[in-house]
């Protein structure tokens, strides 16, 4: 699917599940702050580093699971809601599934910028740091919950969403870390596909340099 409908699909669900939250207006701008976040950082950078197909699918996915989230906070999402009275468990889980993708679809974001921008190649190194970036995120975002249930109190019991779970913070983070190691095993292969098929612009500096070793040669 082209960006411009995928930006136009993101901006819509947005606008439709913001428009009247069930969540308090806290909630609801703290959960999706990343994704407007996302796409002002996108705004700036699609022309001279545009990226692949995939990473940007599961962007729009991701910025989904986010928006659903903060619409009616995590701990009160139907879907987690049914899951929950339908296998009898103790918990609203849909808190869960958004920490995996946490780790899932940043993995391989964070792939393709460490294979475009740095010496990096294929294999051991590259996975151990797409796992460590994915997992230092995923410590970090914890740590800003933490500052701003700090600074609100119970205002951000919702953002928190611990639901009474004292290890919470730590499924939190081995989801993610889960998130990622899923992603790296199963989308690799295709995340390579989708690179080669990415064709940057061609820029003054290049096509000043192209020119040049045309005109040598």
């Known amino acids: 699917m082209p960006l411009p409908f995928l930006v136009a699909i993101v901006v819509a669900v947005q606008v439709a599940l913001g428009f009247s939250p069930k969540a308090d207006r806290l909630t609801w701008?703290?959960?999706n702050a990343p994704v407007w976040?996302?796409?002002?950082?996108?705004?700036?950078?699609?022309?001279?580093?545009?990226?692949?197909?995939?990473?940007?699918h599961l962007l729009a996915v991701h910025s989904l699971i986010l928006a659903l989230g903060g619409h009616y906070t995590y701990a009160k999402v139907p879907l987690g809601d049914w899951v929950r009275d339908a296998f009898g468990l103790a918990r609203n889980h849909y808190d869960?599934?958004?920490?995996?993708?946490q780790g899932f679809i940043p993995a391989i974001l964070?792939?393709?910028?460490?294979?475009?921008?740095?010496p990096l190649q294929r294999g051991g190194w590259l996975n151990f740091l797409v796992l460590s970036v994915c997992l230092a995120f995923s410590?970090?975002?914890?740590?800003?919950?933490w500052w701003t249930a700090v600074?609100?109190?119970?205002?951000?019991?919702?953002?928190?969403?611990?639901?009474?779970?004292?290890?919470?913070?730590?499924w939190d983070m081995f989801l993610a870390a889960?998130?990622?190691?899923?992603?790296?095993?199963?989308?690799?292969?295709?995340?390579d596909a989708s690179l080669q098929r990415?064709?940057?612009?061609?820029?003054?500096?290049?096509?000043h340099a192209e020119s040049r070793e045309s005109a040598e040669g």
């Open 37 to 56: 976040i996302g796409l002002v950082v996108l705004s700036f950078t699609h022309r001279r580093f545009p990226l692949s197909a995939l990473c940007l």
């Open 139 to 145: 410590a970090g975002y914890e740590l800003f919950e």
């Open 96 to 101: 869960r599934l958004g920490h995996f993708a």
């Open 151 to 170: 600074l609100t109190g119970e205002a951000a019991t919702d953002f928190l969403g611990t639901q009474g779970d004292p290890w919470d913070t730590q």
């Open 198 to 207: 990415i064709r940057p612009p061609v820029t003054a500096c290049r096509a």
């Open 29 to 31: 701008a703290l959960e």
């Open 178 to 191: 889960l998130g990622a190691t899923c992603s790296l095993l199963l989308l690799s292969r295709a995340h």
């Open 110 to 118: 964070v792939r393709e910028l460490l294979l475009r921008r740095t």
